[in-house]
């Protein structure tokens, strides 16, 4: 008796075991499931009979989706043997995407990628460098010289790890309607810019001159804004300084906080993102916008194309015309990636002269690709026509912005974006402001130059 | 040998006799947490110690403390941000405990629509920090909300924006996870409130007590546990709320609605600071610790009065 108990706890005992064995075994199984996904997600082989997937990243998912599903159709049809597994991702997190990704050993075997973050991803080794698969490429010599230029100059060793797709540059958007109804003609100077900007405001109907970024984003415009103004020949001068923090910067950074303090842009535009300051132009608030060519389309399809316009951004006290040359987007390819050969024919294909037209043409910015420039639509965008003639005017000077800086986001958003709204609500001087804002770029240079020579 | 053999059959049926089962049903959990809070804090101890910033790898490596003194002696931006935090902390949670307890013992009473009064109270609590930020952004936004009304009511030309002040900032953020907050309290309170015993209140007003005698010694007093319990919690979530405040405000303007945990997703989102990210972790789980383990303590917490 008391044997057939003990089998019958042995049984009972032996189900439980197995039970919990077979639960544990369920549970390692999810997370062997788990990982195993992961490591495919860089895109390895796919399937058998020598086909390839690679996993590539949009970095402006959803508004620039249609575009890229059109282009890697076309791709997979005249390669065959190679699928593009499209992701795309909001721009706003597309960096902290890329660096999870390195981080966690699978980042896609090619992605968009932009100047502002292009060093961080170089340092960390995450990249393959380009050269020699360009300079043995048909694309050799059909890529925009300047636009190669930017992408060496922000790679700390001057290798290209970006591919230029499009670039786009400032524009400054304003109501034409407006404008005529108050006799005004296009500001092409400052100091037009700041008189219309008081021509133009008329609080009681909610009507102002201008509307303002005063956050996400606020200090790259303004840093471009105050470069228009002041026609700096360099970022830094001869010593390494930054040439920033002049009291003529000064002067201009108060100008423009001043616009807000006296009510010429409306009282939210302290904490204006990219959307908000679009949706006020669009809807009728403004009368002057800072933006890129990125947004002409948005403009169209608000207010049609009679009563808005885009010029270039106006000339300072100087007189002397400035470009400033945004920095690159483009695919780049990652060095963990183990189908680079096919991923390389994904970024030629994506920047030959027919498919780089038709997305630049969709997205309504300047193509890479030479042969694309000059189709017959880029003339028909007064405002990228405008910026253009700009650049390849012989007096104008070009200037970047020095994206190749490690702490350039960390100065722009983390330290400068909210004193940049203190200037705003009177907290800070200007000077004080640019006086900073100068001694950490300068700092951030040298400290620059130590690490990678130069 | 008889005796060996003994010895052996014993020790056999001591070993028959381990019960492993328990140990296997909890080794899944167990590796579980390991995996998943155990692994993960202690590499924020691990890269507390450690400059780590993906930008700049040249500077990579062993720090000891030097991340804690530059946060304590060189950072002005975590003092700032850990004084919003108590203030934003000690606001919100003694508003929503006060509120909560308020609406709780409303609809603790008997009165026709209690259902659905009750519905309309615990509501806002089903909603998600991200779509509370995008009702209230609709709601400050000048085009949208408060301008518009201040226009179509001829008080202004709608250019009222809340969020452009710091004041105004703090203000508007607090009423917004306020209206999100008080459902909270007042779920847990009014179950609370319905255990407590009839006879009590009887034998107050026996005793002559008047009602706010009652509410002070009868109903607060058995409602201690929880409310110690509640605001515990909830000072906890609330020093950790990143979602409403990232989205309404972005922590500005001006930094003045940035609290601590805000600042640390700026140093791994934006800097990519692992490593001081890490230690200003450290810091706020300590100060946590460090707050809870007193206000356990002060308030004496599940000890019989």
Sequence with gaps: MAGAQGRGWWTTRRRGITGVTAIGAVLLGLVAGCSSGTASGSGSAAGSGGKVAITFWDDNGGVRTPAWQKIISDFEKQNPNITVNYVGVGSSSIEQKYNTAIAGGSPPDVGMVSSQY?????????????????????????????????????????????????????????????????????????????????????????????????????????????LYYTAPKSF????????????????????????????????????????????????GEAAMMQHNLGSYSNHVKALGTSKFAGISMPIGPSGTPVQVFPGDNGPAIFAKSAHQAAAWKFVEFADSATENSYWNQQAQQVPANTDAQSQSWVKQNAAMENTLQRLDAPNTIVIEDPHYLPEFGTIMDVDMAPLWQKVLNGSMTAQAFVTKWAAEFTTAQQNYKSHNGG | MTHALTVDAATMQRRRKFNYAPYLLLGPTVLLLVAFIAYPIATVFYYSLQHYNVTEPWYNGFAGLGNFTQLLFRDSKFWSSLQFTAEWVVGEVSLQLILGLALALVVNETFRGRGLARAIVFAPWAISGVLTTEIWLLIYNPVTGLGKLERLLGLGNGNLAPLATTHGAFLSALVAELWRGIPFFAILLLADLQSVPQELYEAARVDRANVFHRFRYVTLSHLKDAIVLSTLLRAVWEFNNVDLLYTLTGGGPADSTT???????????????????????VAAFVILL????????????????
């Design chain 1, 118 to 226: 292009l060093a961080s991803l170089v340092a960390q080794k995450a990249l393959v460098p380009l050269d020699s698969m360009y300079s043995s490429s048909p694309l050799n010599g059909k890529i925009d010289q300047a636009m190669l230029k930017s992408a060496r100059t922000d790679a700390p060793d001057g290798k290209l790890y970006l591919m230029p797709l499009t670039t786009t540059f400032d524009t400054l958007y304003y109501r034409t309607d407006w404008f005529k109804k108050a006799g005004l003609s296009a500001p092409t100077t400052w100091a037009d810019f700041f008189k219309d900007a008081k021509t133009l405001t008329n609080s009681g109907a909610n009507q102002f001159g201008f509307t303002l970024r005063g956050g996400a984003g606020g200090t790259l415009q303004l840093l471009d804004a105050l």
């Design chain 2, 290 to 305: 460090a707050f809870s383990g007193l206000y356990l303590r002060l308030t004496r917490f599940g000890q019989e009065r």
């Design chain 1, 236 to 283: 830094f001068d001869g010593s390494g300084q930054a040439v920033i923090g002049s009291s003529q910067a000064a002067s201009f950074v108060q100008q423009m906080a001043d616009l807000y303090r006296n009510g010429e842009t409306p009282q939210a535009d302290i904490n204006n993102g990219y959307q908000q300051m679009v949706s006020e132009f669009d809807q």
């Design chain 2, 259 to 281: 609290t601590l945990p805000l600042y640390i997703a700026q140093e791994a989102t934006i800097s990519h600071n692992f490593g001081y990210g890490a230690a200003l972790t």
